[in-house]
């Protein structure tokens, strides 16, 4: 069974920064594009960014310049280094691995407080 897990959401004042994990199989982070999506209360579910397994990445234009996302080969895992946040940052945050198929992780509360 796929798992990701994930770590690192919290509660943080606008202007600060977090840091998400998302930890997979080694099966899994060598063959899939990981990603991180997000969803606020009342809204559908956005992609946030994504890392091919080549490392190339792409962004939400909301959170271009803020927002960098990286993946450790050895540690196969994905992050989410999330800094200047805004109160509208706030969400579930979910990790994402793509390829034919889709898995989810678990999902970790980010709020951003005014």
């Known amino acids: 069974q796929v798992q990701l897990v994930e770590s690192g959401g919290g509660l943080v004042q606008a202007g600060g920064s977090l840091r998400l994990s998302c930890a997979t199989s080694?099966?899994?982070?060598?063959?899939?594009?990981m990603g991180w999506y997000r969803q606020a209360p009342g809204k559908q579910r956005e992609l946030v960014a994504i890392?091919?397994?080549?490392?190339?990445?792409n962004y939400a234009d909301s959170v271009k310049g803020r927002f960098t996302i990286s993946r450790d080969n050895r540690k196969n895992t994905v992050y989410l280094q999330m800094s200047s946040l805004k109160p509208e940052d706030t969400a579930v945050y979910y990790c994402?691995?793509?390829?034919?198929?889709?898995?989810w992780g678990q999902g970790t509360q980010v709020t951003v407080s005014s």
């Open positions: 890392i091919t397994t080549t490392g190339s990445t």
């Open positions: 080694q099966s899994i982070f060598d063959l899939y594009t």
């Open positions: 994402d691995a793509k390829r034919l198929d889709d898995y």
